[in-house]
């Protein structure tokens, strides 16, 4: 789906340049929107270098790559893994998109609420975002967030999860000497078992880098690896039960609630869809599970524009005038 922001196409402003970031842990996207016409930018994530800097990179390839326009103002939008729930820090952004020699307003919230009105827009609900790792965000009487702790303290059922289950599933299937096909792949990937201790000593993966062994994992849970299947199901039991814990802190939203899940986890199909499905419906009957209208990074780009953020969303976000040096406004975060 191109970026144009939750449920269809944001209308054109040619009074300013939308632009919205998403910054993950595995990759930062960004989009650029003038009118009709469109700029798109991809750099690294979350790990791979200061990801202040990453935004304003990703900010000024997208502006490249728009083309020329005339002297409007920006309205940035950007969604930040790393921020576990905290209000994000803008000083760094607004500082590096003002020696861009731009002006315009900057609103970041924490990657969960880009990745909600992506999926959902402006209604009640909730929306588990999957990837790398995982956070869950629930809209309701009040909202509650779930997870997001990070790969060493949660993240529970995301690729990191995953991958990590798999490369212990495997340990374990050496330690008992039975090889076979996980245990193959995984030496594939990481090298021989009997270095692993000191790799991951000396020179750990990052997290993306693991999760990105969930892809080897599905491969051989289709293939009938009964431990790689399991694993899968275990992923999606455990995403739902962060969508239960959090509604239940959240309150009700109605007779049900939508529950829509995001990212790139949720690309397995069944693999994940059918053991969340299920156990969600037996911890929380009245969850309605929905189709995701867009992406994160539609959902960043509705959060350059105010107007389309909920009160509730919009009281997790920090917002700032690019041309000021002081913060012109900032909602209490929680």
């Known amino acids: 789906m191109d970026a144009t922001g939750a449920g269809g196409p944001a209308p054109a402003r040619p009074d300013v340049v939308r632009v919205g970031v998403d910054l993950g842990q595995g990759g930062c996207r960004a989009v650029a929107r003038y009118g009709a016409r469109t700029g798109h930018a991809d750099t690294g994530g979350?790990?791979?270098?200061d990801p202040d800097a990453r935004v304003v990179t990703a900010v000024r390839d997208a502006?490249?790559?728009l083309g020329p326009v005339a002297d409007v103002p920006l309205a940035v939008g950007v969604g930040m893994t790393g921020l576990n729930g905290q209000p994000p820090r803008v000083d760094p952004i607004r500082s590096g998109l003002r020696d861009l020699g731009?002006?315009?307003?900057?609103?970041?919230a924490d990657d969960s609420v880009t990745a909600y009105l992506g999926a959902l827009g402006p209604v009640p609900g909730v929306v588990v975002a999957a990837g790398t790792g995982v956070v869950v965000l629930a809209v309701g009487a009040t909202v509650a967030r779930a997870d997001g702790w990070g790969a060493d303290l949660g993240d529970r059922g995301s690729g990191h999860w995953i991958g990590r289950a798999a490369i212990r599933l495997a340990l374990r299937d050496h330690d008992r000497g039975r090889p076979g096909p996980l245990l193959e792949a995984v030496?594939?990937?990481?090298g021989p078992v009997e270095t692993l201790p000191a790799?991951?000593?000396d020179q750990p993966p990052t997290p993306e880098v693991v999760a990105g062994f969930a892809t080897t994992v599905a491969e051989l849970a289709r293939a009938g690896?009964?431990?790689a299947r399991r694993i899968w199901e275990r992923a999606g039991r455990l995403l739902a039960e962060s969508v239960t814990a959090a509604v239940r802190r959240s309150g009700p939203v109605g007779p049900e609630v939508p529950v829509a899940g995001t990212g790139g986890l949720f690309g397995a199909g069944n693999l994940l869809i059918a053991p969340f499905?299920?156990?969600?419906r037996a911890g929380l009957p009245q969850a309605r599970p929905v189709p995701a209208a867009g992406d994160p990074l539609a959902g960043a780009l509705a959060l350059s524009d105010g107007?389309?953020?909920p009160a509730p969303l919009a009281a997790l976000t920090v917002h700032v005038d690019l041309e000021k040096v002081d913060i012109v406004e900032e909602v209490e975060p929680r």
């Open 63 to 65: 502006l490249a790559d």
């Open 199 to 201: 790799h991951w000593r």
């Open 46 to 49: 979350f790990w791979g270098a």
């Open 102 to 108: 731009r002006r315009g307003t900057l609103r970041v």
């Open 225 to 227: 690896h009964p431990g």
């Open 277 to 280: 499905t299920a156990a969600l």
């Open 187 to 190: 030496t594939a990937t990481f």
């Open 307 to 309: 107007s389309a953020v």
